[in-house]
């Protein structure tokens, strides 16, 4: 299906451990990008991607690694998770002209 | 840093009235303002774009957008129960890609 999917949709992880939030969009979109929600917060930028192989840090980078080898997918890596990771994730895409696109969210907790 | 406001409600308007939702940001730069909805438990879906001063309707929607104020807004004619989530305010800049800005969201509620 053509879109934008995100999975796992939801997940349980230790302090400490390493986890990865897949993110796959099927546009060809050229830019994406990675939210986080908190209540309080709203959403804030992570990281985004202008094309495969160039990232950038966004508001709230720290703790949180991305890559883009394929335009396609940008993964999302928390290398050693902390309790104040715990949130909602949304990846997004967006082509030259047109909107950007949020996939359903990934529900990480942290315990 | 780059600021995008709202008053986080919640507004509660009857049904059939006109919802007023506000917006204010830092960055004179900013060029292309969006408006999206976002039900409890879901993604940000996409109801209204604007990228100069005026107004811009669609259907029940009307954004309004005062670069010299720095200000957006979306009006909701005829409210309807459905209407009821949240409203999020985002802000880009001149470039395609650049990312989105958020605002923290302002909760509707419409009441029947």
């Known amino acids: 299906d053509a879109g934008i999917t995100q999975s796992p949709r939801y997940k349980i992880t230790e302090t400490g451990r390493q986890v990865t939030l897949m993110c796959h969009q099927t546009w060809s979109h050229s830019y994406m990008f990675w939210y986080r929600q908190d209540l309080g917060h709203g959403l804030r930028l992570i990281y985004y991607?202008?094309?495969?192989?160039?990232?950038d840090k966004g508001e709230v980078p720290d703790g949180y690694v991305v890559s883009r080898s394929k335009t396609e997918n940008f993964p999302l890596t928390l290398e050693s998770a902390t309790r104040s990771q715990t949130s909602v994730y949304f990846c997004?895409?967006?082509?030259?002209?047109?909107?950007?696109?949020f996939g359903q969210g990934t529900r990480l907790t942290v315990v | 840093q780059k600021e995008v406001e709202q008053n986080s409600g919640p507004l509660s308007v009857p049904e059939g009235a006109i919802a007023s939702l506000n917006c204010t940001y830092s960055?004179?730069?900013?060029?292309?303002f969006f408006w999206y909805r976002q039900y409890s438990g879901k993604s940000p879906e996409l109801i209204m774009s604007i990228y100069s001063n005026g107004d811009k309707e669609d259907g029940r929607f009307t954004a309004q957008l005062n670069k010299a104020s720095q200000y957006v807004s979306l009006l909701i004619r005829d409210s309807q129960p459905s209407d009821s989530a949240t409203y999020l305010c985002?802000?880009?800049?001149?470039?395609?890609?650049?990312?989105?800005?958020f605002g923290k969201g302002t909760t509707l509620s419409v009441s029947s």
């Open positions: 960055d004179r730069g900013s060029q292309s």
């Open positions: 991607s202008a094309a495969a192989d160039i990232t």
């Open positions: 985002a802000v880009g800049g001149d470039q395609a890609g650049t990312a989105l800005i």
């Open positions: 997004a895409s967006k082509g030259t002209n047109t909107e950007a696109f």
